[in-house]
């Protein structure tokens, strides 16, 4: 598998003002309840959802990001998993690799394993990889909710950075995705 063939796409839920947990780690906003009937019908989006979720080969997460994952009940199943962190971890699941380093090698070596990598979270990971010019894409969804406060997911990039939309979707719940290809 070469380079060229590999994508690094972030993927993050964020409330419409940019927030992707509130204070405290506060996640519970993600369900608010909302409708928009001209959204894709619920079948259509469970079948996209499972197309996406087939196509990733690789997830790279930060620490709190996994910490947040075992807590929800691990959403990732057995697909490969790396945490970038200096912290000291043990987990059972063969998918599941700590790493820490230089994050233009670490990534450099994953994608020499991994077709389609899903950066997803957290904050700090995500501003590394669009500064250091690792991610080629951006998938967000922002929900019906205002936060206010909390984790921001761009905050105070050192760069600015030109992006091309790809795709658009509306769901029924409300939510909106937003795809972007990051222009290099």
């Known amino acids: ?3 060229q063939a590999t994508k690094v796409i972030i993927h993050m839920v964020a409330s ?12 519970s906003w993600l369900e608010a309840p909302d409708s928009y009937d001209k959204g894709i019908s619920d079948e259509d989006s469970e079948k996209l959802s499972t197309e996406v979720l087939n196509s990733i080969d690789c997830y ?33 699941r063969e998918s599941v690799r700590f790493v820490s380093g230089d994050n233009k090698k ?20 995500v501003k590394n990889f669009i500064e250091s010019n690792l991610a080629d894409e951006i998938c967000i969804t ?3 909710y ?7 997911f761009f905050d105070n990039l050192a760069n600015e950075n ?3 939309l790809k795709d658009v979707i509306a769901f029924k719940n409300g939510f909106v995705e937003l795809w972007y290809e990051i222009k290099k």
């Open 1 to 3: 598998m070469t380079a």
């Open 16 to 27: 419409l003002d940019g927030y992707i947990e509130g204070e405290d780690g506060d996640i």
């Open 60 to 92: 790279v997460v930060g620490s709190r990001t996994y910490e947040m994952a075992i807590r929800l009940g691990w959403p990732y199943g057995d697909t490969s998993i790396y945490v970038f962190t200096t912290r000291d971890f043990s987990d059972e």
């Open 106 to 125: 670490l990534i450099h070596d994953i994608r020499q394993n991994h077709k389609n990598i899903w950066l997803v979270g957290g904050s700090e990971l």
């Open 142 to 144: 922002f929900t019906p």
């Open 146 to 152: 205002l936060l206010g406060k909390g984790t921001s």
């Open 162 to 164: 030109a992006l091309h």
